[in-house]
């Protein structure tokens, strides 16, 4: 099917958008299923979509994944994390920050420290990780 407008969706052409067209199998299939809107439904949330890619970011990096597997087995405070990270005061609270932000790792106050641990979530991401390099 030849489209004639700029937008197979219908919505305004942009200027120096292609003239597009969908393929007849792809057109069938998407209106076996309800059309783009159904399509659009299907898709998560732009907040779900922000949430995992924070998730993802956090799981980017080596460092972030280093300190994930350090307290993997138990909480510690951030002088033993720094033991294996060696990391200066302020870049160490930057990772673990972004960690606590992602919903990977949470730090409980004990006195003078803080006592930093994995979540049931960053342990369930931290096993796929291990399962996707296999």
């Known amino acids: 099917m030849k489209r004639t407008t ?18 007849e199998p792809i057109q069938r299939d998407l209106d076996a299923r309800g059309g783009l809107p159904a399509l659009e439904k299907r898709l ?37 994390i720094n033991r294996f990270m060696r990391l200066s005061g ?7 920050n972004i960690l606590k932000e992602s919903g990977l790792a949470e730090g409980e106050n004990d006195g003078n420290w803080i006592v930093y641990s994995i979540t049931e979530r960053g342990r369930r991401l931290l096993q796929c990780t291990e399962h996707a390099g296999k």
């Open 6 to 23: 700029a937008s197979c969706c219908g919505t305004p052409a942009r200027e120096g958008d292609p003239i597009t067209e969908i393929p």
């Open 44 to 80: 998560p949330s732009q907040k779900k979509l922000e949430e995992r890619s924070r998730i993802y970011q956090a799981l980017s990096d080596p460092i972030r994944l280093r300190i994930l597997y350090t307290i993997r087995d138990q909480p510690l405070c951030v002088c033993v």
């Open 90 to 96: 302020s870049k160490l609270s930057y990772h673990l």
